[in-house]
């Protein structure tokens, strides 16, 4: 459709006003009749498909090529799978070979792809900020820097964690070249407090390595470990394991979390209690004493703090019935707090059962020490050299000030990233990095677990990847790849061969489990191309015991930050979209809403709703942040379950530079970090100030309501209930009537899905894997605001409410909550109902009902008259109300020259004026069908899975065939806890819910 090319005079026909006679009403409706036939008649463009000259012979035309890679941003780590069509790389998924995941991903591994067609990439080096040649760049910075080292001036290299093990030798015969050069890890997200306290405990600086799915019971203090804590992906399919309620099986965990900001992973908890920062460490110092007391041992204090429901004590009693299959997990910026976890864990016997120091977690290892010597040295003009490498300090370091005068102070500057950040716009140097996707790499992010990265596209600009600019500079010939595969055939593939022989022999047993069998070891070769296809090399064994702790509980008590009460402490946290702000240029990333707020594009102050009465404050109200003489003003937004005496702000906006959608978005935070005299960084700042600014700006919300008043979208029950009754919390079915004579025949397949509540935990990952799947254009801040957001998929989040409310019009819009409510997650799609009330009102027929079970949109034949969206009763249907592949207009969608590439050639780019909606991924459902009609066979059970079935770390989406009995989906869909939403519509959906089972008693969740 098209824009008209001149107005229509509708300002003509109000002159006299509307008389509401029946010759006015035929004149508007001729009017809008018109208008619409007027936009609809365009020419279909002429596009031309162009012959392979030369065809490459594994390359079919419509046909997908997968390949196995890796992706780290410095944060997040996956094991992926990525999808090529025709040369292109356009989808993401995880890789099942990857078995702590086993093919689960996270939104932002979802996005990643999005950044590989990004116009507003580094194309090429910039000297002084004007784009070159690497021939003119290589050359004077090697100089430079053997100048520098001739004056015995220091040289730094400051990097993310180095997960790559060939990177890290490359690096390391680098920097001997220089007499005095140091490499140091730099994390915006700082687990310098957990790494130390694990050093001084077990002389090992390396994180444990959790096993979430072993944890019978398990307690976290403000640890998001489901949604940004570590390796989420990983701790989200650990976490489900044990919590699956199918067929006979009733071993469930307990999840207890005390938290100050409620996050997915307090959501999703089984018991959740709000306490400030403070409070949180009073909690686990007074649950340490309580356990210390249970195994005979002394205290460590006399710290005897409990919520008023005796929520520690119970906690307490639980972990030690549950002795050696618990966990206790915190995030803490104090290594006497992390102690105190360890020392937990040591009390419950959990080391060696549910974590591990051996094999460790490489994912982080970070020194804040390190980074805060470097400025000192640069401040007194000891450092001459500098090289930032996928690390923005200027943006992200607490004091940047300190950072401009580091700068400032240094000769020779340099950065190496695939963006211009606000770092590397203030250095001389900037080396343009290559997106992984166009790499080669490997990584090693557990103990004897590595990865494989290969490049599934040709370059794109000039760039290089980190590695080829260490092989220029050392002046090496060999190409990353030639370098990469000798590291392999050096190190790898010997250690790898021994341990294939002891795995045969029976002398050690894989960590991860035994899924995957052995890579062949007759050559190097052979080992290289299965490992690459694989994408995953497994030497991890079952450790027979762990390394002995040096656990002194006197000395570790005499380091215990002293409690002081704050009138309001601030209290800053990742979202799960946009993270620690690496990705805030994704624009698939910052329309995402975050799963608990629900509110995309922008941070803003949380605050529990006590205080928003004490201080006169609704949501949308802007207020000036006050601490250590910064200020910042945010728009504030009412969350229940908010600590009253906290204030949380997500950190990863108010960038200046990075990506077209990072700029201008939110509010830097990382400024009111506090920064301690050891160096070490902290999260949480106490004495903050709330001050009024007597403005609005109204935030852009997906979801207004916050209850769901009185209607069963979700249904609950407890874990006691559940055991006793199989059907608890779920109602009979209304009975229905028949709408038609002669019910649609499904004789074939019958697609359906079924979601299980209980592992939904809110995480997002389904909804940018169906943007990605799907050609979902993004809208932006203030469409969103419209309530114009295009997603398929959305995760509704609802809020228990102690009123009684039956759901009557007048009631509308929701009650108010209460001040810390349940929340339930409940991913929403279109249901594909067999009655479907949006087929029956479409006069253009352009919604059609296929034989198996399918809700069809049919493109060309919608007009727009949105009577299907007024009628569906789960309001999933989406309407192009502008044409958004227009790249002037809608700067942060992808369809530009270059970001046309990402989009999915199996999808139709919708126009202006048509609806949309979910499809059940129907061209996944062809493409499957037709593989198997190829190989003369039924389709099985497995072979077919939608986007977010895919991407759903958690398992919690199964989609199938609901005529096969023996499915999974039937499986599934026939269990007790399963339900439709709003039956009683009679619309009859193929999308079963089971119900939401929590091990409590369903009180409402606590405040301290």
């Not at 430079?144 to 015995?152: K, Y």
């Not at 340490?288 to 204090?301: C, F, Q």
């Not at 606000?422 to 900037?430: D, F, M, P, S, W």
């Not at 916050?706 to 608890?728: C, I, Q």
Request: net charge neutral; glycine share 6%; proline share 7%.
């Amino acid at each position: 459709m098209r824009d008209f090319e001149r107005d229509i005079p509708v300002e003509a026909l109000w002159e006299e006003g509307p008389s509401g006679s029946r010759r006015d009403f035929l004149k508007w409706c001729g009017i809008t009749i018109s208008a619409a036939v007027l936009a609809a008649c365009e020419k279909t463009p002429v596009k031309y498909a162009l012959p392979y000259v030369r065809k490459p012979a594994e390359h079919l035309p419509s046909v997908p090529v997968y390949y196995a890679s890796t992706h780290f941003d410095g944060q997040l780590f996956q094991s992926v799978l990525v999808k090529v069509r025709e040369g292109r790389p356009i989808k993401i998924e995880g890789n099942p070979s990857y078995l702590p995941t086993e093919g689960g991903t996270h939104a932002r591994g979802q996005a990643s792809i999005l950044s590989l067609y990004d116009h507003t990439r580094l194309q090429k080096p910039l000297l002084n900020g004007e784009p070159v040649d690497w021939t003119v760049v290589d050359g004077p910075f090697r100089q430079a820097l053997q100048e520098q080292d001739a004056q015995g001036k220091r040289f730094y290299l400051i990097t993310p964690p180095i997960l790559s093990p060939s990177l890290a030798a490359l690096i390391q015969e680098w920097l001997t070249s220089f007499k005095n050069a140091r490499h140091i890890v730099y994390e915006a997200e700082s687990y310098d407090a957990l790494l130390t306290a694990q050093e001084r405990l077990f002389g090992r600086r390396v994180a444990p390595t959790y096993r979430f799915d072993k944890a019978q019971v398990l307690v976290g203090f403000n640890a998001d470990f489901l949604g940004t804590w570590l390796d989420p992906t990983a701790f989200a399919r650990g976490w489900s394991k044990k919590r699956q309620l199918y067929g006979d099986n009733k071993d469930f965990s307990l999840h207890v979390q005390f938290e100050s900001v409620p996050t997915i992973t307090g959501l999703s908890a089984d018991r959740r209690v709000a306490a400030s920062p403070l409070e949180v460490q009073r909690a686990l110092v007074s649950l340490y004493n309580r356990v210390a007391k249970l195994a005979g041992e002394a205290p460590l204090s006399g710290e005897d703090w409990d919520t008023p429901k005796g929520d520690i004590a119970s906690t307490a009693e639980k972990l030690w019935e549950a002795r050696g299959r618990s966990l206790v997990v915190a995030r803490s910026d104090n290594p006497a707090l992390q102690a105190v976890v360890a020392g937990l864990n040591l009390l419950l016997g959990n080391y060696g059962q549910t974590l591990f120091v051996e094999p460790a977690c490489y994912l982080r290892s970070g020194k804040d020490a390190d980074f805060a010597a470097f400025l000192e040295e640069a401040q007194a003009g000891q450092v001459g050299a500098v090289l930032f490498y996928q690390v923005n300090p200027l943006y992200d370091y607490p004091q940047p000030e300190k950072v401009q005068q580091a700068l400032q102070n240094i000769p020779v500057t340099a950065a190496a990233h695939a963006f211009a950040h606000e770092t590397a716009q203030r250095c001389k140097y900037v080396f343009a990095e290559s997106h992984y996707l166009e790499s080669w790499g490997d990584a090693q992010p557990y103990e004897g677990l590595y990865t494989l990265q290969q490049p599934t596209i040709a370059k794109i600009f000039s760039t290089r990847s980190f590695a080829e600019m260490l092989l220029s500079w050392l002046g090496r010939p060999d190409s990353h790849f030639e370098y990469l595969q000798a590291y392999w055939a050096k190190k790898i593939y010997p250690a790898y061969r021994d341990y294939a022989k002891a795995r045969e022999a029976g002398k050690v047993q894989p960590f991860w489990g035994d899924k995957e069998g052995l890579l062949p070891t007759d050559t190097p070769e052979h080992f290289w191309v299965a490992a690459l296809e694989r994408g995953v090399v497994d030497m991890t064994s079952v450790p027979a015991a762990q390394p002995k702790a040096t656990w002194k509980p006197a000395e570790w008590a005499a380091q215990l930050p002293r409690p002081e009460e704050a009138p309001l402490t601030l209290y800053l946290y990742e979202k799960v979209s946009v993270g620690d702000g690496t990705q805030a240029g994704n624009p698939w990333l910052q329309e995402l809403p975050d799963p608990v707020s629900r509110v995309a594009w922008d941070n803003y102050a949380v605050i529990s709703p006590i205080l928003a009465r004490e201080k006169g404050l609704q949501t949308n109200d802007v207020v000036r942040v006050e601490w250590n003489g910064r200020s910042v003003e945010l728009p504030v937004y009412v969350l229940p379950g908010t600590d009253p005496k906290t204030v949380g702000v997500a950190v990863g906006y108010g960038r200046t530079a990075g990506g077209r959608a990072a700029v201008g978005v939110g509010k830097n935070m990382y400024p009111f970090s506090p920064v301690l005299p050891s160096g070490q960084r902290g999260h949480v700042a106490p004495d903050v100030s709330l001050v009024k600014a007597g403005k609005r700006y109204e935030l852009a919300r997906i979801q207004q309501w916050e209850t769901f008043v009185g209607r069963e979208y979700v249904r609950e029950a407890s874990l006691e209930a559940y055991k006793a009754d199989p059907r608890a919390g779920n109602h009979e079915e209304p009975h229905l009537i028949n709408l038609w004579w002669i019910e649609h025949p499904q004789p074939g397949h019958r697609w359906g899905m079924a979601i299980d509540l209980t592992t939904c935990i809110g995480c997002a990952a389904c909804v940018v894997a169906c943007v990605s799947e799907n050609n979902i254009p993004v809208v932006g801040r203030d469409e969103v605001r419209r309530g114009r957001d295009m997603h398929w998929i959305r995760i509704d989040r609802y809020f228990s409410s102690g009123r009684e409310v039956p759901g009557k019009p007048e009631e509308f819009p929701a009650a108010p909550p209460e001040d810390f409510p349940r929340a339930f997650f409940q991913p929403m799609l279109c249901q594909h109902c067999d009655h479907a009330p949006c087929e029956t009102v479409c006069p253009v027929l352009a919604i059609a009902h296929s034989s198996e079970g399918l809700n069809q949109q049919v493109y060309n034949r919608c007009v727009g008259t949105r009577y299907c969206a007024n009628n569906c009763p789960y309001k999933v249907r989406r309407f192009n109300w502008f044409d958004y592949t227009n790249a002037e207009k809608w700067v942060f969608n992808p369809v530009d020259e270059l970001g046309r590439m990402v989009l999915n050639p199996d999808v139709t780019v919708r126009a202006r004026g048509v609806m949309e909606k979910c499809s059940f991924c129907t061209q996944r459902i062809q493409a499957a069908k037709l593989e198997a009609k190829k190989a003369g066979r039924p389709l099985r059970d497995g072979e077919l899975k939608t986007a977010c079935q895919q991407a759903c770390p958690t398992g919690a989406i199964v989609f199938g065939d609901l005529n096969d009995p023996q499915s999974e989906v039937s499986r599934r869909a026939a269990e007790p806890r399963g339900y439709y939403a709003l039956s009683e519509l009679n619309v009859r959906p193929s999308i079963r819910y089971l119900v939401k089972i929590r091990n409590t008693e369903l009180a409402q969740t606590q405040h301290s």
